[in-house]
């Protein structure tokens, strides 16, 4: 198995499923979230595209960029907190994002491992970078479907203190 060609597909897939959540939603704040996500499944891309093609120092540079994800859906929480949202959809967005929580843990699952049996040093520290910055994903999601489950009880919990300081999740640098 090439797992940097099953990297780059998973990629693709990821920002495929984004891309069409954008394109179905009207919401703008779900919208931004989406767009976000797909960027970064994009970039990602980017990443195992260059390490297949041996172009290790343009993947090392593109890791090295650093996720502007948790700042922009952050951002977008507290906007939605803030004007008392009191919604995100209901049991059709709940499914989307469970779907999208297990693709990104089954993801960040796969890139664990496969830095854990990484011989090259270099190679081992872009796979746990990504590992990391889909171990942010997993995060963002979990607290997008708390939000859908609870909008109004949602800011009140440790769960939205911890996201908003940025504590909690590991970072992508």
């Known amino acids: 198995m090439d797992i940097l060609a099953t990297a780059m597909k998973m990629e693709l897939d990821g920002k495929a499923f984004y891309l069409k959540g954008s394109a179905e939603t009207?919401?703008?704040?779900l919208k931004k979230i989406f767009d976000t996500l797909a960027e970064e499944e994009d970039r990602?891309?980017?990443?195992?595209?260059?390490m297949k093609d041996d172009g290790m120092t343009k993947a090392t540079q593109l890791v090295g960029?650093?996720?502007?994800?948790?700042?922009i859906v952050r951002n977008v929480f507290k906007d939605m907190i803030d004007s008392g949202r009191s919604s995100l959809g209901g049991d059709d967005a709940r499914a989307l994002w469970t779907e999208a929580l297990r693709v990104e843990e089954a993801t960040e699952k796969t890139y664990r491992e496969q830095a854990e049996i990484e011989t090259d040093p270099v190679r081992k520290v872009l796979w746990d970078k990504i590992a990391n910055e889909e171990k942010n994903h997993v995060y963002l999601i979990s607290n997008?479907?708390?939000?859908?489950?609870?909008p109004k009880g949602y800011a009140q919990t440790s769960q939205y203190s911890n996201f908003m300081s940025i504590e909690g999740h590991f970072d992508s640098d």
Do not use: G, V
Request: glycine share 0%.
């Open 26 to 29: 009207n919401d703008k704040e």
């Open 44 to 50: 990602h891309f980017e990443i195992f595209k260059n």
């Open 65 to 71: 960029k650093l996720s502007q994800t948790n700042t």
């Open 144 to 150: 997008i479907i708390s939000f859908i489950a609870d």
